[in-house]
């Protein structure tokens, strides 16, 4: 793959002239249908041989399109913030919303390539980093995505020659660190493995291009041209709703793996006495190991799901009661709002993912996907689908980054919601927490039961388990969560 780009391409200065007035004026026409129709987003990324010229490519994209529809980024080393979070987190943060194009310079793949080349990571890491890239990409094109991989490659000879040219300009000598010395000491090492890595990951939704850069006006034409070309497919290609129309439930699974909540014994209850025993053990215990200097390391991410008037919301009030407020905070999820929908579904909940240190309570999370808007129609079966292996692979990147995760569903019987539900509506100050939203639901409490079955079934892993809460009687509820939070956190900290 390589090898073949190491052959000289050029293109005359008159060549030059003469092709880029037009190609300036499609990028830009194409540019702004993209912001207009809210298309996309592209997402361009540039990697390549030291010398090669990705920063300069990258800045000639901004000269020849609107820079105010662009974020370039160029990734260094990870900085203290960075490195208390997931790896993949700088890059979340980092994506453009739909109709805008996002440049990334030495983003994950470089990050990759040089662990490797270093020996940092042996074989079987780097296959498994780029498993993890794969799947993310593969999210981000469902997403919408247009993604453009160029590689940007020199001759052994080329990159040598260039670095010759930046120790003779006095101005741009801080290029010539020592890593950049030693890629191209020893070039054939480097170009092995990242042959390796392009090979890997070159995929239908978002394959390589190969660029020689030795000549810039080749470079940038050739580049230029690849970029038109997406644009105009995006804009041209038939747009996806951000949200489906109603459509009925679907039928539940061949297997039926309901009895996982309707299995659960509901009469679990706790006296008073019992409760007000318990309750102190559990709450300084969880203080305890929040306040240690061993969490400092880790962070903790707590989700909350459960039937309408499951308790919640006073499940979350007693844990926080034992936590010290500067740690942590509380996130509730309801609809997404229209900035949320530019991005893929799962960027609300990547922007929120804890430092070392800190807590973040989700009450709902990512898992409407495959709960409300499954059950609502609010999402495609394709997408709902997707959905099990890319939250599976969200939170292994969360728990990657030191999180330790709890998850809970609370569960009540149909007839206990009924009686919560009219007494809310009896009581002054507990009026607003009941909505025709909530009745609605409650008319499909089937369909939400195979829902739930299925996501407890296809989301439950060794390293982020779902807790099932038998919340019929609250205070054992409460207690059994506080229980089961200051275990995990315990063996995560050992």
């Keep these: 793959m390589l090898e073949s780009a190491e052959i000289g391409h050029r293109v005359s200065k008159a060549a030059y002239v003469r092709q880029l007035p037009k190609l300036r004026e499609a990028l830009l026409n194409a540019q702004y249908d993209l912001a207009q129709k809210r298309r ?12 090669g010229g990705r920063s300069e490519t990258a800045n000639t994209l ?75 990409e593969r999210m981000f094109v469902d997403e919408g ?23 003779r300009q006095k101005d741009r000598r801080w290029e010539l660190t020592p890593d950049v010395l030693e890629r191209t000491k020893s070039y054939y090492k480097f170009r092995d493995v990242c042959e390796e890595v392009l090979r890997e990951s070159s995929t239908s939704e978002a394959p390589w291009y190969v660029v020689e850069g030795e000549d810039p006006r080749y470079r940038n034409l050739t580049v230029g041209n690849i970029v038109l070309e997406t644009l105009n497919r995006t804009n041209a290609a038939r747009a996806a709703p951000l949200r489906m129309s109603h459509s009925p439930a679907p039928a539940p699974p061949a297997i039926d793996n309901v009895l996982l909540v309707r299995s659960l014994d509901l009469s679990r209850k706790l006296s008073e006495a019992e409760y007000d025993k318990a309750m102190p053990k559990w709450e300084g215990k969880l203080a305890r190991l929040t306040r240690t200097r061993r969490f400092g390391k880790h962070s903790l991410v707590l ?114 919601q009924l009686r ?13 927490k009941i909505t025709p939203e909530d009745w609605r639901n409650r008319k499909r409490w089937n369909d939400y039961e195979h829902a739930v079955a299925d996501m407890i079934d296809r989301t439950s892993t060794e390293i982020a388990p779902w807790t099932l809460v038998e919340a019929e009687d609250k205070r054992f509820a409460r207690v059994k969560i506080l229980k089961t939070i200051a275990t995990r956190l315990s063996k995560g900290l050992d």
């Design 303 to 416: 989700v909350f799901e459960g039937a309408d008037a499951a308790g919640k919301g006073g499940a979350i009030r007693r844990v926080t009661g034992a936590l010290d407020a500067r740690q942590y905070v509380i996130v509730p999820i309801a609809a997404p709002t229209d900035e949320e929908k530019l991005y893929p579904y799962l960027w609300r909940f990547w922007r929120n993912a804890p430092g070392h240190g800190g807590i973040t309570i989700f009450d709902r999370s990512w898992y409407g996907r495959v709960l409300v808007e499954r059950v609502e129609g609010l999402a495609s079966a394709y997408d709902w689908r997707r959905a099990y292996d890319e939250i599976n692979q969200f939170e292994e990147q969360l728990v990657g980054g030191g999180a330790i995760v709890c998850k809970f569903w609370l569960q009540i019987s149909k007839a206990e």
């Design 145 to 167: 995505f247009s993604i453009l991989k160029f590689w940007i490659h020199l001759s052994r000879d080329a990159a040598r020659q260039r670095l010759k040219e930046l120790a």
């Design 420 to 432: 919560r539900f009219k007494e809310r509506e009896k009581t002054s100050f507990k009026r607003f």
């Design 40 to 51: 996309g987003p592209l997402l361009i990324l540039f990697a390549g041989i030291e010398g």
């Design 62 to 136: 901004n000269e020849w399109m609107d820079p105010r529809h662009i974020r370039t980024v160029a990734f260094g080393p990870r900085d203290c913030e960075e490195l208390a979070r997931p790896n993949a987190w700088r890059y979340w943060r980092a994506l453009p919303p739909r109709g805008r194009t996002g440049i990334f310079l030495n983003a994950w793949y470089n990050e990759a390539i040089v662990a490797h080349f270093k020996g940092r990571i042996d074989r079987d890491a780097l296959e498994f980093q780029l498993t993890s890239i794969r799947h993310s």
